[in-house]
């Protein structure tokens, strides 16, 4: 593989947000929630055109997220699955997916719901609500007010009371998204943060306008002709546990860049709400089913970077990030870990295309769209020619990089490559060792 060189100035055009925004035809079924900086739809109808899919064929998203893969694959008629280890994002993709309830009996529902929760609210003597106090230690401090918290929590008693089981999913996913986007105080940057408190907020309104939203897009989802599509709450690097061998002919995806992102924090206000985690505990469990992208989801258990052990490059980047913290006399516990993360990460992501040759179709083509980084102390780390290079160790076909956008760096304002790595599986099990790792494949 060549070296992928730097931005230059005829791709600047290419920094332009709405190549990764949603657009306003695709809105339908993603819109109902989806992580900030979500990779979009558009693109993904970009690399089922190129692969040539078919109806016949199946896509998988090892990376689901919030579901825009295989919700953009349902549309289209294309059976899909998915596999995500965050809870919220699972049960988002999945609500996402499941187009069986009548939209006027949501609608009535959700008239009677916020009534109830109205009269809940003006009849209540009692002190606000609030959430368990191992709740709250999870939670971004300050990410909701007293009062909309107390509504928010009032309101949600009232839809495990009354939603039908076929409706209970949307009507919370319905919260969820208003939470986020009108009742707390979360900003999104891209980095998730606090910003000025809301004193109140009009929940049951926010709520009903987003119930709206769904019903309005059932209406239109319930006249296209039926796709198997699902998603499974597993780890990307345990697919052998999840899926059938040879079941699938294309993967299109977006797994977590190697930055410090913690992309946990991005849906701990409304997991907790929700009942997905409910104390430490609990979110340290989930962390351990993601790949280890930064040092707030590294722990000392970890041997994903045995994968990686012989990767000259990985190792040198590895080494280089740690020289530097040495020489800045960078001490803290994260910083310590910046260079023992790169090597889990791609020893995650090499344990992951290890696995997944077994459940692909000979001549399968998988796209990753990824991005460089130089989130740890300033050292360039080539996403995508990195994770080419692996692939290529585990006997997949190299292709093509070829360029989504360039962004910002947030920290340097640099212009950074975000990419979609493109493979091709030809069937074959490499005869020659994995050269990266002593590990028996």
Same mark, same amino acid.
């Given at each position: 593989?060549?070296?992928?060189?730097?931005?230059?100035?005829?791709?600047?055009?290419?920094?332009?947000?709405?190549?990764? +925004?949603?657009?306003?035809?695709?809105?339908?079924?993603?819109?109902?929630?989806?992580?900030?900086?979500?990779?979009?739809?558009?693109?993904?109808?970009?690399?089922? +055109?190129?692969?040539?899919?078919?109806?016949?064929?199946?896509?998988l998203d090892p990376f689901c997220g919030t579901g825009t893969t295989v919700v953009e694959?349902?549309?289209?008629?294309?059976?899909?699955?998915?596999?995500?280890?965050?809870?919220?994002?699972?049960?988002?993709?999945?609500?996402?997916?499941?187009?069986?309830?009548?939209?006027?009996?949501?609608?009535? $529902?959700?008239?009677?719901?916020?009534?109830?929760?109205?009269?809940?609210?003006?009849?209540?003597?009692?002190?606000?609500?609030?959430?368990?106090?191992?709740?709250?230690?999870?939670?971004?401090?300050?990410?909701?007010?007293? $009062?909309?918290?107390?509504?928010?929590?009032?309101?949600?008693?009232?839809?495990?009371?009354?939603?039908?089981?076929?409706?209970?999913? =949307?009507?919370?996913?319905?919260?969820?998204?208003?939470?986020?986007?009108?009742?707390?105080? $979360?900003?999104?940057?891209?980095?998730?943060?606090?910003?000025?408190?809301?004193?109140?907020?009009?929940?049951?309104?926010?709520?009903?306008?987003?119930?709206?939203?769904?019903?309005?897009?059932?209406?239109?989802?319930?006249?296209?002709?039926?796709?198997?599509?699902?998603?499974?709450?597993?780890?990307?690097?345990?697919?052998?546990?999840?899926?059938?061998?040879?079941?699938?002919?294309?993967?299109?995806?977006?797994?977590?860049?190697?930055?410090?992102?913690?992309?946990?924090?991005?849906?701990?206000?409304?997991?907790?709400?929700?009942?997905?985690?409910?104390? #430490?505990?609990?979110?340290?469990?989930?962390?351990?089913?993601?790949?280890?992208?930064?040092?707030?989801?590294?722990?000392?258990?970890?041997?994903?970077?045995?994968?990686?052990? =012989? =990767?000259?490059?990985?190792?040198?980047?590895?080494?280089?990030?740690?020289?530097?913290?040495?020489?800045?006399? #960078?001490?803290?516990?994260?910083?310590?870990?910046?260079?023992?993360?790169?090597?889990?990460?791609?020893?995650?992501?090499?344990?992951?295309?290890?696995?997944?040759?077994?459940? $692909?179709?000979?001549?399968?083509?998988?796209?990753?769209?990824?991005?460089?980084?130089?989130?740890?102390?300033?050292?360039?780390?080539?996403?995508?020619?990195?994770?080419?290079?692996?692939?290529?160790?585990?006997?997949?076909?190299?292709?093509?990089?070829?360029?989504?956008?360039?962004?910002?760096?947030?920290?340097?304002?640099?212009?950074?490559?975000?990419?979609?790595?493109?493979?091709?599986?030809?069937? +074959?099990?490499?005869?020659?060792?994995?050269?990266?790792?002593?590990?028996?494949?």
């Amino acid at each position: 593989m060549q070296p992928i060189p730097s931005a230059t100035a005829s791709e600047l055009d290419r920094h332009r947000p709405e190549l990764n +925004q949603l657009q306003e035809c695709d809105r339908t079924a993603h819109s109902w929630y989806r992580f900030i900086l979500s990779f979009p739809p558009h693109l993904v109808q970009d690399y089922i +055109q190129k692969f040539g899919i078919t109806t016949e064929q199946q896509i998988l998203d090892p990376f689901c997220g919030t579901g825009t893969t295989v919700v953009e694959c349902k549309k289209l008629g294309i059976p899909s699955v998915g596999t995500e280890a965050n809870p919220m994002a699972w049960f988002a993709g999945s609500v996402k997916l499941d187009w069986t309830p009548d939209p006027d009996r949501l609608l009535e $529902l959700a008239e009677k719901i916020g009534r109830a929760t109205e009269q809940a609210i003006a009849q209540s003597a009692e002190p606000l609500r609030t959430l368990p106090a191992e709740s709250q230690k999870v939670i971004l401090k300050n990410s909701i007010s007293p $009062l909309p918290l107390h509504k928010t929590l009032v309101l949600l008693e009232q839809i495990e009371r009354y939603a039908t089981d076929s409706a209970c999913r =949307h009507l919370q996913l319905a919260l969820a998204k208003a939470v986020i986007t009108s009742i707390s105080n $979360l900003r999104f940057g891209p980095e998730v943060g606090v910003g000025k408190a809301k004193l109140d907020a009009p929940v049951i309104e926010a709520w009903r306008q987003e119930v709206q939203t769904i019903a309005a897009d059932l209406r239109y989802l319930q006249t296209l002709p039926p796709a198997p599509a699902t998603i499974h709450h597993a780890d990307a690097r345990q697919v052998l546990q999840t899926l059938a061998p040879a079941s699938i002919d294309a993967v299109i995806t977006s797994p977590p860049y190697p930055n410090e992102k913690d992309y946990t924090r991005t849906t701990r206000l409304e997991s907790v709400l929700l009942g997905f985690i409910k104390n #430490k505990a609990e979110l340290r469990s989930f962390k351990e089913g993601l790949i280890r992208s930064n040092t707030r989801n590294v722990f000392k258990a970890d041997t994903d970077d045995i994968w990686v052990s =012989h =990767h000259p490059e990985i190792q040198r980047i590895a080494n280089e990030i740690e020289q530097r913290r040495l020489t800045l006399g #960078k001490t803290s516990g994260f910083e310590r870990l910046y260079h023992r993360a790169v090597k889990l990460y791609f020893g995650g992501m090499a344990k992951h295309l290890a696995d997944l040759r077994h459940i $692909l179709r000979p001549g399968a083509q998988l796209a990753y769209v990824v991005g460089d980084q130089k989130s740890y102390l300033q050292v360039l780390i080539r996403t995508g020619e990195l994770l080419g290079d692996l692939a290529q160790g585990l006997g997949y076909e190299f292709v093509d990089i070829d360029l989504f956008r360039t962004r910002l760096a947030t920290a340097t304002k640099e212009q950074m490559r975000e990419e979609v790595v493109r493979l091709r599986w030809s069937g +074959q099990m490499p005869t020659t060792p994995y050269p990266f790792s002593d590990r028996d494949l």
